[in-house]
């Protein structure tokens, strides 16, 4: 997992070939501007979703894990606590890796806030529980998620 500042992005342009141009696009664009959807970028190998929705308490949430595409989740209005774990130390309760690449997990991680202009980057082994409430209560937020598709299957 890696959480930073928009602004220290291009520090991590050298960590997977995608992520420059995903934090470009960011820059090239409107993002605030862009309606919550899809937008297919090179195809099933890079896509963005613009989501919005209202936090929840944590008792709602649950971990998940990928298998197939790491995750660039960029803030862009309102703050969202994000749980991490690693996803080995984690029981799968329920596995959707062939159909929707994802399993959810059971287990206990730790929390981070995260505010406008921030982003975080889960690998598939980071499990993670986003959409969270911070202790101020349940808010409405925007972000974009990148989905990046790795060379394995």
Not at 15 to 44: I, R, W
Request: hydrophobic content about 35%.
């Amino acid at each position: 997992m890696i959480i930073d500042h928009i602004r220290n992005a291009p520090l991590y342009y050298g960590v997977h070939d995608k992520f420059a141009a995903c934090f470009e696009y960011l820059n090239n664009q409107e993002a605030g501007q862009l309606g919550p959807g899809t937008y297919e970028l090179e195809g099933s190998e890079l896509f963005l979703m613009i989501q919005s929705y209202r936090t929840r308490p944590e008792e709602e949430g649950f971990w998940e894990a990928h298998r197939s595409y790491i995750d660039i989740q960029v803030m862009l209005e309102g703050t969202e606590r994000m749980g991490y774990a690693y996803a080995g130390q984690l029981a799968t309760t329920e596995d959707h890796l062939d159909e929707k690449d994802y399993r959810v997990l059971a287990g206990k991680g730790d929390f981070v806030d995260v505010r406008p202009g921030s982003f975080v980057i889960f690998y598939p082994d980071d499990a993670h529980m986003p959409c969270m409430a911070t202790a101020s209560g349940s808010a409405p937020v925007k972000k974009a998620v990148f989905k990046i598709k790795l060379g394995r299957g």
